[in-house]
Nanobody
């Protein structure tokens, strides 16, 4: 069974950057498409970005051109580089397989964009 642990969140000013990491345990990581999701207060969880095992990616319109998802299969890790952050990016960020499986939701990592 795969376990996922997110890290890298924090408080950043508008226009700043953060890099999130998702460490996956389990040798089957390489065959899964992976996604980053977020949930802002009072809103539903949404897909931010996804990457398939071959490297193809897709992004929510709201983050295109600002966020980059990548994966290191050797390290069983998925990353989300977030640049030019905006207050509306404030949320708890989670990683999961894509499409998501409820058994893999972790604690997430809080990202707060505020001056």
């Amino acid at each position: 069974q795969v376990q996922l642990v997110e890290s890298g969140g924090g408080l950043v000013q508008p226009g700043g950057s953060l890099r999130l990491s998702c460490a996956a345990s389990g040798s089957i990581f390489r065959i899964y498409a992976m996604g980053w999701y977020r949930q802002a207060p009072g809103k539903q969880r949404e897909l931010v970005a996804a990457i398939v095992s071959g490297g193809s990616t897709n992004y929510a319109d709201s983050v295109k051109g600002r966020f980059t998802i990548s994966r290191d299969n050797a390290e069983n890790t998925v990353y989300l580089q977030m640049n030019n952050l905006k207050p509306e990016d404030t949320a708890v960020y989670y990683c999961n397989v894509y499409p998501p499986n409820n058994i893999y939701w972790g604690q997430g990592t809080q990202v707060t964009v505020s001056s």
